[in-house]
Structures are given as C-alpha cells and as structure tokens.
C-alpha cells in the first residue's frame, strides 16, 4: 500500500465534494419529477463551457490516461494523432453536423436514423450501440482504470473495478445527464491539474536541470518518440502506419466516435440553444490540443526513469498499460493524491457517461418503442435499471475481453474499426445524399462488417487503419449504388438542407482558427 494519509485525505475530500454537487445540481424543485428530456438530456439546458468540459472528462478516460501513457512508452508521440486530429473533426462536426441534430431535436444518434431510414436501420444500430458500449468501451475503461488503481493500492483487480464502478453509479444513476455533465467540470479541472502535476514531476525526476530542461533532455535522448509520422520499418507502424494517419481510416474512426456516438454527442443535444453547443465543440477542440503533454509525454520519460532503474523496466516491457500506474506510486505523497483523484476523475466521468448513454440508447430506442405507452417516470426508472445492468456485464467480461491484450486503447480503436466505416457513411449519406435508402444503408453497415472481419483475417498485414479507409471507401460507393438500384425514400424522411442554418459566431470562429493554427504548428514541429 503506496497510499499515505494525506493523499487518501485528497481522495476523500473529492469523492465527497463530487457526490455532494452531483446532488445538489441533480434536485428538482418541489413537485416535479424528473422527466425524460430532463433525465437524458439534461433538460436541454446546458451551456457550451459544461458541454466542452464534460466533452473532455469524457473522453479522457482510462483508456487515454492509460493506454496512451502506456502508447507513449512503447512507442511515442505518434499516438497524439489521436488527440489532435479529433480537434480538427469537432470543429467540423459543430459547423456542419450538430445544426442538423437540433434541427430535429433528437435524444439518440438511432432516433436520426429512424426518421431517416426506418425502423429497421434504427433497430439495428440500437442493438449494436448498446452492445458495443458494454461489452468494448465499459469493459476497457474499468480494466485499464483497475489496473492501476492495483497498481497504487495493491487490491485484487476486482475489487478495484467494482469500487470505480459503484463509485460512478452513486450519483449518475440519479441525475442522469445533468449531474454527470456538470460534475465534469470538476474532474476537468482536477483531470488537468493532476496530469500536468504527473508531467513535471516525471520531467524534474530526470537527469536534467529542472521539469523544463528535462523535457529538452528528453527530446534529445529519445528522438523517435518525437516523431508523428512514423517509417514502414517502426515497430509500431501497423497501428500507426505514417501518413496513412492522416490521409485514411484514422479520420473514419474520429468522424464515428466525435460525431455519430451517442456517448459523446449527447452533451450537444442537451445544449441550450446551436450557438452553445457548436461553441462547446470548440471549446472541446481547444481542449484536446493540451492532452497528449499530460499522458502521452510523462510515458515517453518513463522510458528513460526506467532505464535509470527508477520504474519496473521489466513490467513496463512486459505491459506498457502499466505505466502510468508505476508513475503514480512513484510520485511523491500528496501529489500522488492528487493524481490518484485526477484518474479517479477520469474513470468515473467516462463510466458515469457510458452508462447514461446505454440507458438512454435502450429506453429510448428500444424499450418505448416496445412499450409506448407509459409515462416518463417509467421510462427514468428504466434507464437507471439498464445503465446498472450494463455496468454489472462489464464487471463480468472486463477481464476475458480486455485483459488478455497487450494495449487496451488499439484494441479498442480496432474493436470500433469493425464497424465505423458503415457508420459514417450512412450518416454522411443520410445528411447529404437525398436518394440514399434503407437498403443502402444496410449495405454500408453488414458490408462494413464482414469485409472488416475478412480482411482482418485475410490479409492481417495490412495495418487497420489503412483497412478501415478502404472499406469506408467501398462501403460509400456500394451504399450510394444499391440505393439508386432500389426504391428511393419518401421525400419527408431526407435531410432538407436548405431549411439549416449553418453559419457559426465569431467567438466560434476565432477558436477554430486557433486551434487549426496550433495544430498545423505541431506537425511541422513534429512531423
């Protein structure tokens, strides 16, 4: 046990700091119960810096806290293309995407679909959605952030994982939306705070002459861990194949996760109004830019602190996922509190948005739809039992799914590569292809993932991303081809585009040209 009292006083004073305004915010006023738009979406109410913070806490999960570190570690700064590049799809999103959403004031990402295609396109996502979520995204978050709370505490890896999971239960099972969006602003604030704490203390712990000389001392000792375009030979090159990451399917993977995933898009559907949610979006976009310095380059020091002897060379070897949780235990009493809350932060924001995701995706999408007639107290009472049952699931197959992997985060990415082409095409059809039908898009979804599971087991040396922009392309082709060979679609269900506003505020703009301006910088630097 690594754990000295004043961090477990850090702890404590989080956890019940956090329970405490989850439940404050979460009230209603004396006679109202909560309803669904209020349980789901937060009564449609909230402002653009609680929709980018709890953009960030959400996605800032175990899987990138962990994973990436670990990435970071095994093979460097590459793995930010995941990062930044996804600042670049948010901004695109917030302009042309998120107007269309509110336009049609939906809860779901499948709710879109069945007013554009039908019931079956709808039903089938729903199932798929719900599946995934469970089984791929809870799963990982709770083993990677299990990982290394064992790491610290030295509890069994199932006691680690049921803690985080009821942790995040106690209080989004109650406020739904609105208590984890605007809870997120906290573990935003402590996300950062504790990983630039763990950055400069894993800088100043090396052979150099302070936090900022040390990240020159480490530019300079390990050159190909500042690379973001990595050669044909790097170890590393299938999961991140060079320019391939920024000219194929990483872009498909970012367009599916940051435009059509209900577990993130549903803070923008909550928003007051389209200004406050494409400036959230930007806000988000800002955000991300920050990232890979607090968990992609204290992986890359690690590598150096293990090679001094400081971290577990060998079990950093074995399994770089263990990195950052070998940082945490060797942090300093207090900052490791603080660390260990920031992470803390990370999983539960992610667990606590998941869950809130899967309730709604089934009681919305699946459930009413079987049962149309009962009120909204049902329908809340619904989404809490299906948000507990799916965390309960992901308890059970967090270890046989995930555990056996060297690297929880690209298992995750080509988990979600089976699928995310068929995705995004059916969505970009839906929006701008007036004759794309149902049957086009079942192509786009079934071909994405046969094909995918083929070529995954056919021709196993081409890296997954350059395989998931090749089905993406060939999806978009077949979907757009079936679609015009069978009948088109009822002229109420396309997407009249002329009735969409899509202008953007200046405050909205400026962000944006900020962020591509620091971006572009980043790349030249590092290219």
Not at 48 to 73: T, V
Not at 233 to 239: E, Q
Not at 360 to 372: G, L, Q, V
């Amino acid at each position: 046990m690594t754990l000295e009292t004043i961090d477990i006083v850090i702890i404590v004073g989080y956890a019940i700091a956090l329970l405490g305004i989850a439940l404050f915010v979460s009230r209603e006023p004396a006679g109202h119960d909560k309803n669904t738009e209020d349980y789901f979406l937060a009564g449609r109410a909230l402002p653009w810096w609680a929709i980018g913070a709890s953009l960030i806490a959400s996605n800032i999960s175990a899987e990138q806290i962990i994973g990436q570190s670990g990435q970071g570690f095994a093979v460097g700064v590459a793995i930010a293309a995941y990062e930044w590049q996804a600042a670049i799809v948010l901004i695109i999103v917030a302009k042309y995407f998120l107007p269309i959403f509110l336009k049609r004031k939906i809860y779901t990402m499948p709710q879109f679909l069945e007013q554009r295609y039908g019931d079956g396109v709808k039903n089938l996502m729903s199932v798929f959605w719900v599946a995934l979520y469970t089984a791929v995204n809870l799963t990982t978050v709770l083993w990677l952030g299990g990982l290394a709370v064992q790491s610290l505490t030295g509890w069994g890896i199932m006691y680690c994982m049921m803690s985080l999971a009821g942790f995040a239960a106690l209080y989004s099972l109650y406020g739904g939306l609105k208590a984890v969006a605007l809870t997120d602003i906290i573990q935003v604030v402590i996300l950062v705070l504790g990983g630039l704490a763990i950055t400069w203390f894993a800088l100043d712990a090396l052979p150099a002459d302070g936090a900022i000389a040390g990240f020159g001392y480490l530019m300079g000792e390990m050159p190909g861990h500042f690379e973001m375009i990595l050669e044909p030979d790097h170890p590393a090159y299938n999961d991140l194949p060079g320019i391939w990451t920024l000219l194929g399917g990483l872009w498909v993977l970012h367009f599916s996760y940051w435009g059509f995933n209900q577990y993130i898009i549903q803070r923008a559907l909550g928003a007051e109004n389209l200004g406050e949610a494409q400036k959230g979006l930007a806000f988000a976009a800002f955000l991300k830019i920050l990232v890979p310095f607090i968990v992609v380059v204290p992986g890359i020091a690690a590598v150096i602190l293990a090679q001094q002897g400081v971290l577990d060379g060998a079990a950093l070897a074995e399994k770089s996922d263990r990195t950052y949780g070998e940082l945490m235990a060797f942090a300093p009493a207090g900052l490791r509190g603080l660390v260990f809350a920031a992470l803390i932060a990370a999983v539960v924001s992610s667990l606590a948005s998941m869950m809130n995701s899967i309730s709604t995706i089934f009681t919305m999408d699946i459930y009413k739809a079987a049962r149309p007639d009962q009120g909204d107290h049902h329908y809340v009472t619904v989404g809490r039992i299906a948000a507990f049952s799916a965390m309960a699931v992901a308890l059970v197959l967090a270890r046989p799914f995930i555990g056996g992997f060297e690297s929880g985060f690209q298992t995750v990415q080509e988990y979600t590569g089976f699928i995310a082409p068929g995705i995004v095409v059916v969505f970009l059809l839906g929006f701008f292809d007036k004759k794309a039908n149902a049957m086009g898009a079942f192509t786009a979804l079934i071909g994405s993932l046969v094909v995918n599971i083929a070529l995954k087991f056919g021709m196993p040396d081409v890296p997954f991303i350059i395989r998931i922009w090749f089905v993406f392309l060939g999806a978009l082709v077949a979907a757009a081809v079936v679609s015009r060979a069978t009948a088109a679609p009822d002229e109420e269900r396309t997407v009249k585009l002329s009735d969409i506003a899509f202008a953007t505020s200046t405050l909205f703009n400026t962000l944006a040209a900020m962020t591509v301006a620091m971006l572009v910088g980043l790349y030249v630097w590092l290219w």
